[in-house]
């Protein structure tokens, strides 16, 4: 596989359930992202990897939880979300974390939550 | 606070006609960068302005990058229905002290090319 890769593509789930995104890169980047992306809002950067460090969290409610066990592998735990969480999550990376005047996101295709 | 505006938000139309879309911003930023999202994908790198007055040229897409480095914009010639997604301009936050930081975006333009 190459780029960046999201899993489940589409997911359903109840207030009151758990479930985890999952994106992967085959990118040998050192920065990883988790987005989000509703309509008529502009993309809202949520969660910032750099080296399997945390850098930056933007106000995100503790219902969303992220982990990243290696450079290559991000997570977001989901737990009793609310309606209008519903979103598209996009995960991204980048070759490092600031991104320079040549530097590039590479986006996965996105995972298409609805929560019930 | 840093923001991107992007005119118009939808876009409607018939395959071969010309079209431009807008980013303003009333901040500076050092870089902008435009995307394409197609439907049920992610954003994908289209090209990246750097210098004020620069205009890059990527087949029928035309991209020119503001002389205060405030604003940008694309312009497509002899529309394709292949055209058709999200277009998202996002530039670097930039701090005091000049540093930079993750990108930032615009809500998109919406082009929908009709054959």
């Known amino acids: 596989e190459t780029g960046v890769t999201q899993t489940p593509r589409h997911l359903v789930m109840g207030m009151t359930n758990k479930k985890s995104l999952k994106c992967e890169q085959h990118?040998?980047?050192?920065?990883m992202y988790w987005y989000k992306q509703s309509a008529k809002k502009p993309l809202e950067l949520m969660f910032v990897?750099?080296?399997?460090?945390?850098?930056e969290n933007n106000s995100v409610p503790s219902r969303f939880s992220p982990e990243c066990p290696n450079s290559s592998h991000l997570f977001l735990h989901l737990h009793t979300l609310q309606p209008e969480d519903s979103a598209l999550y996009l995960c991204?990376?980048?070759?490092?974390?600031?991104?320079?005047?040549?530097?590039?996101?590479?986006f996965g295709e996105g995972s298409r939550l609805t929560v019930l | 606070t840093q923001l991107l505006e992007q005119s118009p938000q939808f876009l409607s139309i018939q395959e071969g006609e010309n079209l431009t879309v807008y980013c303003n911003s009333s901040s500076v930023f050092s870089s902008l960068q435009w995307y394409r999202q197609e439907p049920g994908e992610g954003p994908v790198l289209l090209v990246t302005v750097v210098t004020g007055g620069e205009v890059k040229k990527l087949k029928r897409l035309t991209f020119q990058f503001g002389d205060a480095r405030k604003d940008s914009s694309l312009h497509i010639t002899a529309a394709q229905p292949g055209d058709t997604g999200l277009y998202l301009c996002a530039g670097p936050v930039l701090y005091y002290g000049g540093s930079q930081g993750n990108l930032i975006f615009g809500k998109g333009t919406k082009l929908s090319v009709k054959p």
């Open positions: 990897y750099s080296l399997e460090e945390r850098v």
């Open positions: 991204a990376s980048s070759q490092d974390r600031v991104v320079s005047n040549t530097g590039e996101l590479f």
């Open positions: 990118l040998g980047h050192n920065a």
